[in-house]
């Protein structure tokens, strides 16, 4: 199999790699408007430099997108159009109308896209995920997510990228459906700035919260941070009627307990998101091999995408109106 990558950046160069490394993958080209970066990139893992999209959907079988958001769009309707399997980092967009009419187009031309929402494949949500469907947690009562970036992401990127809850935790929305079975019917949220004034400048929160509802009666907590001296922090805690647990939790968790007995502080807390999730990361991209072999079942199809950017959503006007919200109000 023939595989592209366009846009080599942290994420799309990692994607490339392990591409490359599959056994099932004969050869991967990569392409990116900073041709010295591709042509390094290339060099590096053993690839082959596409001087341009159209050029790579006429030589490969498959196609991932891992460029700016601002792109996905366009470049997921070539690929349709194309007939190319696609990989696609979240999100397809950052609002509703442009997603649905991406969705519809894919739908049209009964494309197959897998969403990059790689903590689907991570171990400990994938555990949950079968506690829940086995009974073994009882009636999940409370879902706690949180949410810790290191740090900022650049000036530069922040008008762009939807702001916290589009940008950041359109992973956790998507996770917490995933794990629980359950939509999400009504949000309230909120945020600050959290003292970075870049974010209140461009209309976004560098600290948020959000408490959601879910139609089997469950009730969620969300809370985020855009810095955190510590390091990369991630995790679910599940409390149900027959046991709670919780996914995130280790000897490399950035927190530390006050409690004489309790567990000691980390020696080498997460980084970043490539150090906690690689291997979510490279199962992701082992599936999405099988996906366009016809092998498997798409395991995040574009709906799924589709859904989380809604809750992404109607926390946003949660926030902005400072009242409850349903997801079906930003339709």
């Known amino acids: ?45 053993g690839a082959d430099v596409s001087p341009s999209i159209e050029a ?54 009964h494309a197959v896209v897998q969403m990059g929402f790689q903590r689907r494949f991570d171990p400990g949500y994938r555990r949950a995920r079968e506690l829940v469907e086995r009974g073994d947690l009882g009636r999940i009562y409370i879902v706690r997510m949180s949410g ?74 969300l809370s985020g941070a855009r810095h955190d001296p510590v390091g990369y922090d991630i995790r679910m805690e599940l409390f149900g009627a027959g046991d709670s647990v919780v996914v995130g939790w280790n000897g490399r968790t950035p927190l530390k307990s006050l409690e004489p007995d309790g567990p000691p502080p980390p020696e080498r807390p997460y980084g970043f998101f490539l150090d906690r999730f690689e291997q979510a990361y490279r199962d992701e991209l082992h599936a999405f091999v099988d996906v366009a072999a016809g092998r498997r079942a798409n395991p995040c199809p574009p709906e799924e995408a589709r859904e989380a950017i809604r809750v992404a959503m109607a926390c946003d006007l949660s926030r902005q ?11």
């Open 1 to 45: 199999m023939r595989i592209g990558v366009a846009g080599v950046g942290r994420i799309g160069s990692f994607h490339a790699r392990v591409l490359s490394q599959h056994p099932g993958v004969a050869r991967v080209l990569v392409t990116d408007p900073d041709q010295a970066r591709a042509a390094k990139v290339a060099s590096d893992i």
């Open 148 to 221: 810790h970036d290191p740090h900022p992401p650049h000036d530069d990127y922040i008008p762009g990228s939807g702001g916290i809850f589009r940008d950041f935790h359109i992973h956790d929305f998507d996770i917490v459906r995933h794990v629980i079975g359950q939509e999400v019917t009504e949000v309230y949220a909120d945020g600050s700035d959290a003292g970075f004034e870049v974010f209140a400048r461009h209309g976004d929160v560098a600290a948020a919260v959000a408490t959601l509802r879910f139609s089997g009666g469950t009730l969620g907590i």
């Open 56 to 109: 790579m959907l006429g030589q490969v079988d498959a196609f991932v997108i891992t460029t700016p958001t601002d792109t996905h769009a366009d470049l997921l309707r070539q690929a349709a159009d194309a007939g190319r399997p696609t990989f696609c980092e979240k999100p397809i967009t950052i609002d509703l109308a442009s997603t649905d009419a991406v969705v519809r187009h894919i739908q049209r031309r």
């Open 321 to 331: 109106l400072h009242r409850p919200v349903r997801p079906e109000e930003v339709e």
